[in-house]
Each structure stands twice: as C-alpha cells, then as structure tokens.
C-alpha cells in the first residue's frame, strides 16, 4: 500500500495499516532522537512519545501535505520543546567538552581478551559517542538544523517547513552550526586535524573508567542498519559537492535500531482511558 493509502486505512480505523505506517518512520525518528538528547533510554522514550501524538492527533491530518512531513513536524517540535528546561541544564559548552577531552588520559586499551567487544567496535563507539557529544554543545535549535540539514540532508524547504521556519532562516541556522561545531572540531579533533592529539583509539579506555562507555550497553552500535549516507543518497547530492571531512565523519555514522517502542505504545495505549473512550 502507498502511504497515502495507508494514512485512508489507518484514519478508517484500520490498526494494522497505522502500525505499518508508522512502523515506516520508526527508525527515522529515534535517529533523530538519539542525536538530539545523547542518551539511548531518553530518545526511545522520545520516540514513544511522538508515536503517541501522530496517533492522538491523525484524525487532524488533513493531506495538505506529505504525511512524512506531518510526522516530522511533530517530531521536531516534540524535541525542541518537550522537557526544555531539563535538556538545557545538562547542556555544556564546547570549552567544557574540551576540557573533559583534556583531562581524559590518552592510554592504549586493555587487552582485548578481557574486554567484551573487540577493540575495533570499542572505538567506534567510542568515537560515535565523542561526536554526538559535540552535537550537544549547540543550542537545540542549532543542533535539529545541523541534524536535519547536514548529517539527514534534509534540503532547506524541507527543513524550513517541519520547523515552521523560513527556508533563509534554516539556511542561516545550519551554516551558524556549522562554524560553531566544524571551529571546534578543526582546533580538537584528530579525525579531522591530523595535528591534534585527541584520538578515538587513546580516549576510549579513559571513557570506560569515567562511565561514559558501557562496552555491555552500546548507544551507537548495536543494531545498525545502514550508514546515514546508505539510507539517504538521494538526498545528499547537494551536500556531496561540499567536500568537508567532518560533514563525512557525522554522515558515515550509523543508523540504529531501536526497541520496538510502537508494541510499548500499543500496549500502553490498549490499557488506558485512549482505549476504552
């Protein structure tokens, strides 16, 4: 079924094609999630919560535009405003997040017998966490631009319109990102600046004994199903001709798999007043 066809039956009543529907869009969601708040267990239950709204409100969905669209909408201002004041209490700065790079001791990893992962699969996500965390030094509104525009490659009329923005707007929000995050990757990041010192392979041990790696509960590779630029060629051409290595290390990074937050949202819904009204 298309997903127009889809969004006829799902508004019908039809529950089967709402799961498949929204099942569609699942991924493209916690991604999002995931980058916008860090924590594996604070985006699921983002996820969850705009997977809730979209089936509270598709009765208003009125097929002016892409359901896609509607649904990234609700996505976008769910994460730009739900629980604001607690996300912005634990942002920091890229000076804090420079400084806690400093002060983690570069070492080589203990020996990979007594680890659970191999080294190669500790670095990485090792390495896809320290780049997520850099993500969060930008303010929020920042941060879902340059998520959307540079590392999904949403184009600036899509991004504008899920952020109820002008497409200048966007534009002008995404190249701010950009400065802000590629000025400090420049100065600190040895993936990109191979004269910095700072290395994915010399902080991963350091991240473990800080508690910022669990090896046993991975964030950034357990699950993977494609690299972002895999699961969005078609939109990425615009952005290929730039050529800038750290646009490539955020686009390389994988697409992860959630839990499955759409049969929590069933059963939470089949056991409350939504069921029974």
């Given at each position: ?89 634990r942002r ?151 050529e800038r ?33």
């Amino acid at each position: 079924m298309t997903e127009a066809e889809l969004v006829v039956a799902a508004k019908a009543g039809n529950m089967s094609s709402l799961d498949v529907l929204l099942r569609r869009h699942q991924p493209w969601i916690f991604n999002l999630a995931l980058r916008m708040v860090w924590r594996r267990d604070a985006a699921e239950d983002a996820t969850q919560e705009i997977l809730l709204k979209a089936v509270t409100h598709l009765g208003g969905f009125e097929g002016r535009s892409k359901f896609s669209t509607w649904l990234h909408r609700i996505a976008v201002n769910h994460l730009l405003n739900v629980r604001k004041s607690e996300m912005e209490e634990r942002r920091m700065s890229f000076a804090d997040l420079g400084r806690s790079l400093d002060e983690c001791e570069s070492t080589d990893l203990p020996d990979e017998s007594s680890l659970p992962i191999d080294h190669g699969l500790l670095v990485e996500e090792a390495k896809l966490g320290c780049i997520t965390a850099m993500l969060m030094c930008l303010d929020r509104r920042q941060r879902l631009v340059f998520i959307l525009g540079e590392i999904f490659g949403v184009n600036s009329d899509a991004g504008a319109e899920a952020m109820e923005i002008s497409a200048a707007n966007f534009r002008q929000l995404l190249g701010r990102a950009r400065h802000d995050l590629y000025k400090f990757m420049n100065e600190k990041c040895g993936l990109v600046n191979t004269l910095n010192p700072c290395r994915c392979s010399k902080k991963a041990g350091a991240f473990m004994r800080h508690g910022w790696l669990d090896p046993l509960h991975r964030q950034f590779t357990a699950d993977r199903l494609a690299a972002v630029r895999e699961a969005t060629p078609d939109h990425l051409a615009e952005l290929q001709e730039l050529e800038r290595a750290h646009a490539e290390i955020y686009r390389s990074a994988p697409l992860v798999a959630s839990s499955d937050a759409l049969k929590r949202l069933w059963v939470a819904i089949n056991t409350s007043k939504l069921n029974r009204e």
